[in-house]
T-cell receptor, first 112, second 113 residues
Framework: DGGITQSPKYLFRKEGQNVTLSCEQN?????MYWYRQDPGQGLRLIYY???????QKGDIAEGYSVSREKKESFPLTVTSAQKNPTAFYLC???????????FGQGTRLTVV | AQTVTQSQPEMSVQEAETVTLSCTYD???????LFWYKQPPSRQMILVIR??????QNATENRFSVNFQKAAKSFSLKISDSQLGDAAMYFC??????????FGKGTRLHILP
């Protein structure tokens, strides 16, 4: 089955530690995205990538980093520089002109 | 700048009635797509309907339809014969040719039995 897999579903980390969220897709989409969702804020774009080895900052990229070494994979690292990392993170993929973005099930990150 | 605005944080509708959710957007592009997504309590994002900017005809999907006003940069969602399962957060989204997809802040829809 084609789709997007995010792992893990729940993640707990201590303050000051970097943490990497995984996102894999087998839809053969060129573009991939990371969004952060907080109550009342909707989905805010962190980073997106149109092709391998290239990515663009979104509206809230500070404190985050990404890589795109393979078409299928777009991991997100939440660094210790991110001041409020506790949130729900969504990964998506898309091709312009197709049926919009397909989403993973999300990762709930809690930093204590 | 690419922006999406949803001015209704919450709405309620009686079961079997019709409700319209509002969305406005801004872009300097002429070729783009617009979408409405539904997010139920499971938090899974579900595509409801999409509209291609170069098509004048409004998109419809069963009980869901849009009113696309390109000049006004307006893209509202109409849900007919509302059902209890329609209760969810609804997000409007815009995708430019550079693949960037921006979402609005969402509208929480309550269905009253």
């Amino acid at each position: 089955d084609g789709g997007i897999t995010q792992s893990p579903k729940y993640l707990f980390r201590k303050e000051g530690q970097n943490v990497t969220l995984s996102c894999e897709q087998n839809l053969n989409h060129d573009a991939m995205y990371w969004y952060r969702q907080d109550p009342g804020q909707g989905l805010r774009l962190i980073y997106y990538s149109q092709i391998v080895n290239d990515f663009q900052k979104g509206d809230i990229a500070e404190g985050y980093s990404v890589s795109r070494e393979k078409k299928e994979s777009f991991p997100l690292t939440v660094t210790s520089a991110q001041k409020n990392p506790t949130a729900f993170y969504l990964c998506a993929s898309s091709n312009f002109g197709t049926f919009g973005a397909f989403f993973g099930q999300g990762t709930r990150l809690t930093v204590v | 700048a690419q922006t999406v605005t949803q001015s209704q944080p919450e709405m309620s509708v009686q079961e079997a009635e019709t409700v319209t959710l509002s969305c406005t957007y801004d872009t300097s592009e002429s070729d783009y797509y617009l979408f409405w997504y539904k997010q139920p309590p499971s938090r899974q994002m579900i595509l409801v309907i999409r509209q291609e900017a170069y098509k004048q005809q409004n998109a419809t999907e069963n009980r869901f339809s849009v009113n696309f006003q390109k000049a006004a940069k307006s893209f509202s969602l109409k849900i007919s014969d509302s059902q209890l399962g329609d209760a969810a957060m609804y997000f409007c989204a815009h995708q430019n040719r550079d693949d960037k997809i921006i979402f609005g802040k969402g509208t929480r829809l309550h269905i009253l039995p």
